[in-house]
Structure formats: structure tokens, C-alpha cells
């Protein structure tokens, strides 16, 4: 068998005659790999950045709004429909196993001041449960009480860029702070969170006892009322099961009739979650069979050059043939050649595809992730397709008969 | 046992409706050690034979053995070992590898040995077959760069390179002038001599084919005449 450097020495001497064709002819695989690297990158990007989105947003999250979504096209608007109280949304909490908390929620927005400080804001009237659901935890201070719910208190938890905007560095806990003009204790400050899916900052937020929302902030027709219920179900198994049961548990708690329309709707949160990270992953395979199909007619140029070549080199094969090279010696050869195309090829590509990725990530903001696996896989893939490809060609020369091909012009 | 030996060889080729018959029923026998000289008119048959000799070429029919083995019945890798291991081939048309240097290509039968020779050992060897042939200065240059008589010593160099015990030689003085004729005859002569390498050489030229034991002579893809030359 031929000494392999040797023939890898003839093969790029081969490739250096013709430098614009084996440039020309690396373009598809280029292209092709190139492709493979910017989309595995800005996938894996994407990927990620909704799983971290996912891991904010709280897990397992269910979230009951009031009014039908099937009913008849016209769906109510949202808060016309007080259907949804505070005593639902605690038996929720107790009556369902598969559920691990629900907090009830009053939703406004309010001016809120604190000395020569002003901040517009989201307000939630919530309970303790809240921070459980969401999986959420305390900067500084504490939880709501349970009697500050009851007797509708005037406390709050502020979000950590409403903390910063009123208080700056000074310590919020304990102060005073007017929400919609009436005076609100501050007792905790959220952790940061950062933004949610839809770019919002969800740190820009105060939670007040559900009592006092309703009471002092956002008086509501139906008194005990609420705009939703958030819930977290015990486990992701669990969510299909709590939803079921919440169904049931509304249906009677509200005297549904069998063939009545829910008046209430349950979203699951997660499964729309992994519906926008499924229409990516199909995003990410569609960009793929185009990588693939790159690839595929950059191999299709290499055993197109390759081809060109043996019938260029039949002379050159002859010679060859004439002092004693075997068959998998030509063959060897030709591969070797379509190898070291392909990979050179492969390599530019992942260099070109790096910088396309690091670009769409610096000038447009795109979230990328490159994995050493992808280029990897990718370099490994462009060889193959240098095999696979320069086989054909390799074998056709390896088959001719010295004494024509000596004779050959 | 002769080294090599024909029985009835015949070559034909079918240009357009007509037959050429470039080997005519050709039996001939070498033994080893012999340096034989093939002469003839053009187109007698010659390089043909010389080809079908040298395991590049197969006969229409007739039969070959080679060191006592059938050539003709075997594969194309076996083939291929032998005339890299057995046969050094000096072709009429020099057939050197374009865009390569002369050492380079008196390396290329070692590249394809079946006993492996390390790069090393391949350049020390191919440099003493070119210093040999008087071209060691020249080992860098491109075919393109050499006249046609060094190309013509490359060609030679590349067929000593193995140390084959049979040397086949299609018309190896052609292109070279009568100084340097004489010193590649007196090369052969040596090896002959010397190695006892078996010399089979194709020439139009009496006074090369002077340096020979034996003459034969084809006419017509047949053998006219085979005589003992006394030197
Ligand atoms: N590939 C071929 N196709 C058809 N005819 C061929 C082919 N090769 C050789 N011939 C014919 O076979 C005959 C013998 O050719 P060959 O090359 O053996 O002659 P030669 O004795 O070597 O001549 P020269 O002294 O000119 O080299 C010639 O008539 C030639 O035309
Ligand atoms: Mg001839």
C-alpha cells in the first residue's frame, strides 16, 4: 500500500496546477458547510435563549382566564368577563393534587411615587402563592402573610426595576410608596428575572395583596372577582392531568350544564412554549435539507472536477500503471485528492460560517450558539462527501488499461 | 530456463475494415543474462512486441511466460507487481510525468513497491540512478525543462531505479548523440556484465545494436532473423 503523505503530496501538486478550478470546485462544499455552521449556530442560539425564557416564565404553568375560547367565534373581551374569583382559585390549590399552587390575579397599572421619584408600572393584586407559581425568589425581605391577604393590607413587592427607579441605591424595604395615590408598605424586593419571550421587562412589576387591588387600586364589579388564575401543576407530567381537573373543578364550582360552554378557558404556558421551540426545530431541519442539499451538489462538483481530471491525467494514470501502480493505489490517489478538496473546502466553510454567525450576532442581535459538536460534525460530513463522491471518479481510473491509457493524447 | 519466453504471440488491431497484424505468430526465447537487440523496419512490430513483453500489453492469442510464470493469465495487481518489481521499461516516448522534477519521477516505481521504501531511502536511491545516468545536477528540473536527451536519461534512470532483473528498452538512444549513445551502451554493457541484468533493446542503429550478443530482427510482425553478434 502507498505511503500515504506521499500521495497526499501528489494530490495537492495535482490541486495547485489548477488553483481557480479547485477553488471553484470547493464552493459548494463551502457554501454548504458554511450553511450548516450559521444555522446550527443561530438554531442552538435560538434554542437556548427560549429555554432560559422558559426557565423565567416559571415550569409547568397553567393559566386560567375567564371566558370560552370555543364560543362561537365571539370570544368575550378580556376582563368583561368576571367569572373567575379568589375562592377558585384556592380551590384549585386544594382540591386538586396535581396542582402545586395557584395564585389569583388582579392585573392594572399605576403611577407609582416615592419622594421626588415617578414610575409607571404593571400592579398585580396576587397572594403569597404567587412567588411559588412562578418559581420566584425574595432580593431582600419577605412573602406576603396570609392575614395581609385576608385584611387586604397595604404592602407590596416591588420588581428589581422598580426598585431601582424609585429608590436607586437606598434600601426599599419598609418605605412608603404611592401606588395610584394611596400608601403602600414595601416589604420585599424581587430578584431579577430579565426579559420575557416577548421582549418585555418583567422585573418592571408590583405584587399587592389581591384584597387591596381590589378594594384601593381596581374596583371590580364583581367583587371577589379576578382577571386570572395562575397555576402550577406538581410536575410537567402532571400538566396534562391538572388541566383535566381544573376543567371539572370550574365546570361544577360555576354550574355548568353538559352542554354548556366553559366559561373560563385553561392555557397551558409550557406547551405553547414548546410549540414556538418545535416551529424552530422544523425552521432548523428546513435549513438543513438546504445545508444538505448544498453539500450534496458541492459533492456532485467535486465528482464532476474529478472526473475532468482522470480523463486530463489518463497519461499521467498510464505512466503510473506502467511502473507498477495497483488499483487502490490509483484509487487512493483520486480519493485522497477529492479528500483533501472537500476538506479544505469544509474548513474554509466553518471559518466563513463562524463569521457569518459572530456577524448575525453582532450587527443583528441574533442569539448564536457555536458548538465545537457542529464543527465537528460538519468537517467530518464535508470529508465523507469528498469520499463518497470522489469514489466514481477514482474507481473509473483505477480501471484503465495501462496500454491505452499510455497512448492516450 | 529462459527468462523470457513466446509462443505463437500474435497482436491485432481492427482499423476500420481492415486487420493490422502487428505480431505475427512470434516466438522467441531469452535467458536470462542475454542483452538481446530487437531490430526492423517501422512498423514491423517492435514496440508492440517490446509492450506485450513488458506486461503492459496482451497478446491476441500465443502465450507468454515470464520466469517460467503464465503472464497472461493473470490479474491486473499482479500485473502490476511485476513489471514494478521484474521489468524496468525504457518507452520510446520517454512518458515522464509533466510538472514533476526528475527525481520525482525516477521515484515513482519505489512509491508503488510492494516492500514499502520510506521517503528517505527513495530519494537516496532515486539521486544515485540519476547521478549514474550524469544527470544529478539536473534532478530539480522539470521534463519540460530538459532536452530531449535527458529526458531520455530520466527515463532510464527511472528503469534502474528497482534494480529489475529484466530491462526493456524501446529505442533508448533515439534521442541522444553519438557521445552519449556510447555511454549508455557502455552503461547497459556494465549491467549486463556486472548485475547480469537481461537487456532486451529496440534500435534502428548498427552501431547500438553492435554493443548486443544477440540480434533479432522483425519484419511484418514476424521474426526474419535471430543470430548470435559477436562484439
Ligand atoms: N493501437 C494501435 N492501433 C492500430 N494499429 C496499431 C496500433 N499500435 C500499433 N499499430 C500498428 O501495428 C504495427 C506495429 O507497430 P509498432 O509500434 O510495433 O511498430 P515498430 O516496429 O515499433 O515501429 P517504429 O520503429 O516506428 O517504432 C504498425 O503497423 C502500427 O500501425
Ligand atoms: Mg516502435
Known sequence: ???????????????????????????????????????????KGASTKLSEQI???GSNLLIVVPGSTTAGGVRMGYGSYQSLTRADAEAITSEIPSVFLAAPVISGSGQVVFGNANWATAVYGTTQDMLGVRDWTLAAGRNFYDQEIRSAAKVCIVGQTVADNLFGNANPLDQTIRIRKVPFTVVGVLNAKGQSMMGQDQDDIIYVPVTAAERNLFGRRIPGS????????TS??????????IKQLLRQRHRIGPTQEDDFTVRNLTQMLQLTEQASRVMSLLLAAIAGVSLLVGGIGIMNIMLVSV?????????????????WDIRTQFIIEALILSMIGGLIGIVLGITLAELLSTLAGWSILISVWAIVMSFGFSALVGIFFGFYPAYKASLLDPIDALRHE | MALIATDRLEKKYDVGDSVVHALDGVSLSISAGEFVAVMGPSGSGKSTFMNVAGCLDKPSAGR???????????GRDDLARIRNEKIGFVFQGFNLLARTSALENVEVPLLYSTRPVGPKQRRERARLALTILGLDDRRHHHPNQLSGGQQQRVAIARALVNDAPLLLADEPTGNLDTKTSIEIMELFVKLNEEKGITIVLVTH?????????????????RIVSDEVNRR
Open chain 1, 236 to 245: 410537567t407530567d402532571d400538566l396534562g392531568r391538572a388541566e383535566e381537573q
Open chain 1, 55 to 57: 426557565a423565567t416564565v
Open chain 1, 1 to 43: 500500500m502507498i505511503h500515504l503523505p506521499s500521495i497526499a503530496k501528489i494530490a495537492l501538486r495535482a490541486l495547485r496546477v489548477n488553483k481557480m478550478r479547485s477553488a471553484l470546485t470547493m464552493l459548494g462544499i463551502i457554501i454548504g458547510v458554511a450553511a450548516v455552521i450559521t444555522m446550527l449556530a443561530v438554531g
Open chain 1, 311 to 327: 480523463t486530463e491525467r489518463t497519461r499521467e494514470i498510464g505512466i503510473r500503471m506502467a511502473v507498477g501502480a495497483k488499483t
Open chain 1, 226 to 233: 379576578v382577571h386570572f388564575i395562575m397555576v402550577k401543576a
Open chain 2, 64 to 74: 507468454y511466460f515470464l520466469d517460467g510464470t503464465d503472464v497472461i493469465r493473470m
Open chain 2, 205 to 221: 542503429e548498427p552501431d547500438i545494436s553492435a554493443y548486443s550478443k544477440r540480434i533479432v530482427r522483425f519484419l511484418d510482425g
